[in-house]
């Protein structure tokens, strides 16, 4: 009898190693982890170790070196990857068993705090919940303590085989030990989640108290140790103790590409930061700040925003700059703040800084109107509306001063962007807006001197990919004279960008301003 009963044991712990080897195999081939190869490494790595019975030996150093091959000098203060990826696959884990894997029997999952996957057999709670409803209803003390449960167990010997005073006791005893911890593990899962929901809520509490007052215009530089920075529009942008968690990095000087400002992007935060930036009541439109200055393969270089706990959304920063050390704004509108007063948001990055963040007052959800002057300095018009300084260029120069007695006089035409060049603008993904494009000719033509006329400077504009103007002449649409032109109903790119091309027909393009305005 004994042999029987243990030779089944080995046989149902066998098949529970099999669905679970089975499960791990299907997380891997099935795309439910989506692009991030280095998710994939570290599940397969630590599932591994599991397998082999090593799971002991599963820590943040030996997830570093050996699954995603950083070196044998790995520091975990310097370098979050291992937290940060772990975060994520956690995540994803859960995600999946809502979603894709919510019918399967096995579930594996990576409790906070830990490195090791561990296995959930649903079957497993629901038997023993049934047992325990059985043995309720045995009179025989030896029914509800040992055949009630192992009756209902998928680890347990068949109903049909009498349990006698002759059956070893250690196979029993070691079988309701299982069978107690596998009914443990909800009361675990929820008294770790209530901890975890009452740590949150003290360390919000403690946080709060040090933050600074609520602003309705909020330009901040993430980080630590960052000294303050007036931009070229005359901003000031400071640190401030906005966020908790994550590793705050200051990168070398170096050149960034499509901005003016390049210290906004020397320093930021990245790895699993939580923010918390008090407001006034009311709405806000938020711009997100990157340039990649890294050189990591693209599965490595997600980012994840989530405001006030909405669905998160994902940034690449390299793909959506158009490149590395390129600058590149993700904008979100119609934000309000929670019931404490303060915006929230949580920033989960492999290794992307989020560099700047800026909170603005808005009136709706609709994006607010951007006006930008090809000038190294705003620019307020006579309607008081502030027009920034040059951003979101690439390519092109500024050009040289108009050839007038009183430059001043010329207002927005004062300066402009000449060459080859595109403006990257954000906005919201497939919304419609107007598009103004400015232009007076600042060298051909009679008030420049004289030197040449209509067609000295042609050239065509297009936008995400619709040629807006073919064969383009300032002088001979003008006269001379300054030139708006006006496109109606423009799609911004499901990338949420609106992406103007200039490109040469005869000598190089030339604009001094441009206004985009959200429609209805």
């Known amino acids: 009898m004994a042999a029987i009963g243990i030779s089944e044991f ?37 599932c591994e170790e599991h397998f082999q019975g090593r799971a002991d030996q599963i820590k943040e150093y030996t997830i570093a070196v050996e699954a995603l091959g950083r070196r044998t000098a790995f520091d975990p203060q310097t370098d979050t990857i291992v937290r940060v ?77 009498r349990v006698t005073a002759f059956f070893p006791v250690w196979p029993i005893v070691n079988v309701m030990t299982i069978l107690l911890v596998v009914a443990a593990l909800p009361a675990a899962w929820f008294g770790v989640r209530a901890w975890k929901k009452e740590r949150a809520m003290h360390s919000a509490t403690s946080t709060s108290s040090a933050l600074p007052a609520p602003q309705a215009n ?23 103790n906005y966020c908790q968690g994550g590793t705050n990095i200051n990168v070398t000087p170096q050149r960034i590409e499509g901005t003016e400002d390049a210290v906004l992007y020397l320093g930021g935060v990245r790895g699993i930061a939580h923010c918390v930036f008090p407001v006034p009541d009311g709405l806000y439109e938020i711009h997100f700040f990157f340039a990649e200055t890294s050189d990591l393969p693209m599965a490595t270089r997600l980012s994840s925003l989530s ?25 979100v509108t119609g934000v309000a703040p929670e019931n404490d007063g303060s915006i929230h948001f949580d920033y989960v990055s492999e290794v992307s800084l989020l560099n700047a963040v800026e909170i603005l007052p808005a009136t709706s959800a609709r994006q607010l109107p951007v006006r930008i002057v090809s ?28 050839k007038v007695a009183n430059i001043s006089e010329l207002g927005i035409y004062q300066s402009d962007r000449v060459g080859r060049f595109r403006y990257n603008i954000p906005a919201i993904p497939n919304a419609r807006y107007r598009v103004k494009l400015y232009f007076r000719e ?55 960008k609106i992406e103007l091309y200039f490109m040469p027909v005869v000598n190089y393009p030339v604009v001094n301003a441009i206004e985009i305005l959200p429609e209805d």
């Open 442 to 496: 600042p060298w051909f033509g009679k008030e420049n001197g004289g030197i040449g006329g209509p067609g000295s400077r042609i050239f065509d504009v297009a936008c995400n990919g619709v040629l807006l103007m073919k064969n383009f002449d300032i002088l001979a649409d003008g006269n001379t004279k300054p030139i708006v032109k006006t496109f109606d109903n423009v799609e911004a790119s499901a990338g949420g």
């Open 218 to 240: 909020i330009h901040a530089l993430m980080g630590g140790d960052r000294p303050a920075y007036v931009d070229h529009s005359g901003v000031t942008w400071a640190t401030g």
């Open 375 to 402: 000038s190294s300095n705003s620019f307020t018009d006579g309607a008081k509306q502030v027009w920034e300084s040059d951003r979101y260029f690439s390519g092109g120069r500024h050009g040289l001063p108009p």
């Open 10 to 46: 080995v046989d149902t712990t066998n098949a529970r190693a099999g669905a679970e080897r089975q499960e791990f195999e299907w997380l891997l081939s099935s795309g439910v982890l989506g692009r991030s190869e280095n998710l994939a490494r570290v599940l397969k790595y630590v």
């Open 85 to 161: 990826t772990v975060h994520s696959l956690r995540k994803r884990l859960m995600e999946v068993y809502q979603n894709e894997g919510a019918s399967h029997a096995v579930r594996l999952v990576i409790p906070a705090g830990h490195y090791a996957p561990s296995f959930v057999h649903q079957t497993a709670i629901n038997h023993v919940a049934a047992g325990e409803l059985e043995s309720k209803s045995t009179t025989s003390p030896m029914n509800s303590g040992v055949v009630g449960s192992l009756a209902t167990s998928p680890i347990a010997l068949k109903p049909s085989r």
């Open 307 to 331: 405001i006030n706990a909405a669905p998160s959304f994902n940034v690449d920063v390299v793909d959506d700059a158009g490149g590395h050390s390129i600058a590149t704004t993700k904008i």
